[in-house]
């Protein structure tokens, strides 16, 4: 089971009304949007709320996952000692979250504790989801010195120690952003300030994960920003799924950005994930998957032509495919292509392990061509078109952005076949069905 939804949020004390004492009235649009949250994870009613906090332990080289069967905390030092907690933590996820980063090299676990209380960046999370659910139990983690790419490969092993274990589980990011927006902030103004809060409430509201990691690191410590570490392990922690994302709030109002995003995971299709996860293990590891049992019939029953499409930022990335089917079923067709889209186009070079998290995956499988006599007989947004003249061929599938006539789809297809206009030709015809 994955993780069920993901939320960005801040972690002022202000907006606790017992610290804020009147003062929370400023940024009451956050308070709304920290509502819906917890509304969200009350109806979800997870076993597990995972929580990764910048004000947790925090260590150069080394994550820190906060270990015991339970911890305890108050907003004392913010004014505030009847705000108080006592939260039971998920020891057996953590123990396997710690496994699985030390069989993958991440360094993780729960050594190095010099502080068990809560922190105000996991208590203020805590003190809107307590309003609303009081069950579960949490994983409390920090951020590490590490490169972004590390945070978001511990984000990819917490979810699979989730699906492992089988919990019912949330992920909240706790982390505002900039603190440089305003002169009359704490921390003053820096132009950085406002980019970032652009950039990343942007991206975070598109759910285009992978530009997290585009973030110079100059550029966010210029900026002053606090949780982009933490929103990254959110990320990689939706790795490889179809997310619906909603933003609910961005406020600039004290000098300090505060977002709050929901992520909603959807069930991506079979012919997506495995396409997705043929490509993942062989630029990782060289490896072809075998196909998986756990397929629908359709995929293993059936054969036909199949080609894998991979785009980056909107832009083809690699394409092959074939015609007609070549192996024994759909499900190993898919696999053999993606293999090809993502190594072996000519036109680009080979995929590399760390613009896997920026890949977006089409997989179109083909019906069968038939002959065309007229061009009254296309349709460039429901048919492809294969172009043949003797043993050469070029083929385009239908409803491509940026070809919108007949003309123009037989005019790519052969120049794709090298055919010329001297040359004669014959037209074929094809439906498919697009999984994305």
């Not at 360094?107 to 203020?124: I, Q, S, W």
């Not at 950085?192 to 110079?216: K, Q």
């Not at 709050?260 to 998957?289: G, M, N, Q």
Request: glycine fraction near 8%; charged fraction near 30%; include cysteine.
């Amino acid at each position: 089971m994955p993780i069920e939804a993901a939320f960005m949020v801040p972690h002022p004390p202000l907006i606790v009304p017992q610290v804020g004492r009147g003062g929370e009235k400023k940024v009451r649009r956050t308070i709304e949007a920290y509502e819906r949250v917890a509304d969200e994870i009350a109806a979800l009613r997870p076993e597990t709320v995972i929580i990764s906090s910048p004000h947790s332990v925090m260590y150069r080289d080394w994550f820190h996952i906060s270990p015991g069967e339970r911890a305890f905390g108050s907003f004392a030092d913010f004014g505030a000692p009847g705000v108080s907690f006592s939260e039971e933590y998920d020891t057996e996820l953590v123990d396997l979250i710690e496994e699985l980063s030390a069989d993958n090299g991440i360094p993780a676990g729960t050594k190095g504790e010099h502080d068990p209380r809560l922190d105000h960046g996991t208590m203020v999370p805590l003190y809107f989801i307590r309003q609303k659910y009081k069950g579960g139990r949490i994983v409390r983690l920090g951020l590490s010195g590490l490169p972004l790419t590390t945070h978001y490969q511990l984000g990819k092993l917490i979810a699979k120690a989730v699906e492992k274990l089988g919990r019912r589980a949330v992920y909240v990011a706790s982390g505002d952003l900039s603190h440089k927006l305003q002169k009359y902030g704490p921390y003053g103004f820096a132009p950085e300030g406002p980019v970032y809060d652009e950039r990343i409430m942007d991206s975070c509201s598109r759910a285009a994960f992978g530009e997290l990691l585009e973030f110079d690191e100059d550029f966010l410590d210029k900026a002053a920003e606090c949780g982009h570490r933490s929103f990254t392990i959110l990320a990689g922690a939706l790795d490889g799924m179809k997310v619906r994302s909603e933003q609910l709030s961005h406020e600039d109002v004290t000098g300090v950005g505060y977002g709050i995003c929901i992520f909603k995971p959807e069930s991506e299709d079979p012919y997506v994930r495995l396409a997705r996860e043929t490509v993942e293990s062989y630029i990782k590891d060289r490896k072809i998957i075998p196909v998986p049992k756990d397929l629908p019939k359709e995929m293993l029953k059936t054969r036909a032509g199949a080609f894998v499409s991979i785009h980056k930022k909107g832009e083809l990335r690699g394409c092959i495919g074939t015609i007609a089917p070549t192996k024994r079923s759909v499900a190993e067709e898919i696999i053999s292509n993606a293999v090809s889209a993502s190594t072996r186009d000519p036109r680009f070079p080979a995929v590399t392990p760390e613009e896997l998290p920026e890949l977006e995956i089409n997989v179109d499988v083909l019906g069968e061509p038939e002959q065309v006599s007229s061009l009254d007989m296309l349709d460039v947004k429901r048919y492809g078109v294969i172009v043949s003249s003797g043993y050469r061929r070029g083929l385009l599938l239908p409803d491509l952005e940026g070809v919108d006539t007949v003309e123009e789809q037989i005019d790519i297809a052969m120049r794709k076949g090298g055919i010329t206009y001297d040359d004669r030709i014959t037209l074929h015809r094809f439906e498919v069905v697009r999984h994305k």
